[in-house]
């Protein structure tokens, strides 16, 4: 009786195997012995969900990336960067076909940004191989989106790339150079807008009126009889701000002493109906007096009651009046 050793056993049993299915009959599981490898105990279950099995494709693979890893490190050491790159192809390409490659994206917190936007900042697709998948050099790419303000990036394996991103909140629109942008609460520039599409954020005006828009909306906030009036705030030489008022009044604040300043005025407006005057401009600018400019063509706007207007400043009045 002729001896047949295990190799050739194992590929008479696979020339079987093809005949039979070449007829379309299904073939019935053989078990073979596999290599037995430090630290494998019994099957896994990755986090997708998948159960790594000893023996199974996804340990081969495994091995096959260590093998290859470390013929990549000689190759490299050695200084063959060609056979280097080749190895490593290979090495990834065996991984992706395994199903180590990207084949799903989810996306959290996506409310503005665009799905061409996400997709071209992640930079991953059906050939992205999982396991080198740089997640932090994708959570800075997301990051320079306009509307992400943070993000964050995991890996899901085998083939799951999870994404959560915090969108920026439109907090003012700000006009600069002719033109309108909208931007958040840090003065972080979203996108460009048209004025219309967001009417009931404040309007602010000229250079660092977007990054300071803030600090004037807190500052305003106690005076809120006078905030509604507020149609749009201008920056002034990056240092001040005057505000312009349904009625067409310009109030012109001062560098410091804004709090100071706007109680002033609304004492004056409550003692005096100062702003339903016949007046253009209200200047609070200096501490010591309030100044006020007459408009030139305009009918006296009439206070609430219906009786006539008192007579309004023509030069100052000071503050303490």
Known sequence: MQSVGPNRGRRQIRRSDDA?????IAVPARKFSSLSLPGFGKAKRAPGGAALHRGSGVWRVVTVLLLAGAAGYGFWVSGDDGLYGQTQRGAEALAIAAGFGV????????QHVTDAELTKALGAGPGSLMLSFDTDAAKERLEK????????VMRLLPSTLQVVIEERVPFAVWQS?????????????IAPVVREAYAGLPLVVGEGAGKNAADLLATLKPFDSLTRQVVAATRVGDRRWTLRLSSG?????????????LNTLTGLDRDRNLLARNIAAVDLRLADRVSVRIRDKAEPVMPESGSAAPDAPTASTKRNT
Do not use: F, N
């Open 177 to 189: 150079g002719g033109k309108t942008y909208v931007v958040d609460t840090e003065g972080a520039v």
């Open 145 to 152: 989106v306009p509307w992400v303000k943070h993000a964050q």
């Open 103 to 110: 084949s799903r994206i989810t996306v959290e917190g996506q």
């Open 249 to 261: 009044i310009d109030i012109m604040l001062p560098d410091d002493g804004v709090t100071d300043a």
């Open 20 to 24: 039979l299915l070449a007829r379309g």
